[in-house]
């Protein structure tokens, strides 16, 4: 079975500092893995994918993640914060094997960004 | 439509009462996918669609819930005899088969008082 672990439920950057966001999965088979983020009040919406391409992936929205097979980690950044930025931010793993398909989801980590 | 619809986007309902849930995925689109989401649970699987079928109802909590796709187009999540813990945001997905880009609804708060 896939799953993911996202560090830290809460995170606080200042306007204008790096924002990285830490994802690490498990998964028997190689994964497909996602970034959504959640504005409040709001449906997901997908920032960006890595599908076994590129293992740096360029999202919306000035974010990126990198895949690294050998730390089993998709962490996202982004060089300089917005306020804008300030949401809900989930990594997803594909589920698959055995008819199944759908995403697994991390618990999400709540980005707060300091004026 | 331009985007995947939910319908109602909130809900209330009586403990003991039967509701449902509706879904309009993305036109064309053949895999759809329903997740719940509340606060201590996070974002949990509930069921997938490929057309009319279900190959994977493993994230249905209790035989209380149950999820049916005509046409290969719209969906509903019917929960029957709902309990306060059935409380959440229930989330609906789609995406084209081979593409699995999932574009999410905006979700029904469903409230069981």
């Known amino acids: 079975a896939q799953s993911v672990t996202q560090l830290g439920s809460h995170v606080s950057v200042s306007e204008g500092a790096l924002v990285l966001l830490r994802c690490n999965y498990s998964s028997s088979v190689p994964p497909y893995l996602f970034w959504y983020v959640q504005y409040p009040n709001q449906g997901l919406q997908l920032l960006l994918k890595?599908?076994?391409?590129?293992?740096l992936v360029k999202g919306i929205n000035g974010f990126e993640a990198e895949f690294k097979k050998s730390e089993t980690s998709f962490h996202l950044t982004k060089p300089s914060a917005h306020m804008s930025d300030a949401a809900e931010y989930f990594c997803a793993v594909r589920k698959s094997g055995g008819g199944a398909d759908g995403l697994t989801f991390g618990k999400g980590t709540h980005l707060i960004i300091q004026p | 439509g331009a985007g995947v619809s939910q319908s109602p986007s909130n809900k209330v309902t009586e403990k003991g009462k039967d509701v449902e849930l509706r879904c309009d995925p993305i036109?064309?689109?053949?895999?759809l996918y329903w997740y719940r989401q509340s606060l201590g649970q996070g974002l949990e699987f509930l069921i997938y669609?490929?057309?009319?079928?279900?190959?994977?109802k493993s994230g249905l909590p209790s035989d209380r819930f149950s999820a049916e796709r005509t046409g290969g187009s719209v969906s509903t999540l019917t929960i029957q005899r709902t309990q306060q813990e059935d409380s959440a945001v229930y989330l609906c997905?789609?995406?084209?088969?081979?593409?699995?880009?999932?574009?999410f609804g905006q979700g029904t708060r469903l409230t069981v008082v």
């Open positions: 890595y599908t076994s391409a590129a293992t």
């Open positions: 036109s064309g689109h053949t895999a």
């Open positions: 997905a789609s995406s084209r088969d081979s593409q699995f880009e999932a574009f």
């Open positions: 669609f490929q057309g009319n079928s279900a190959p994977d």
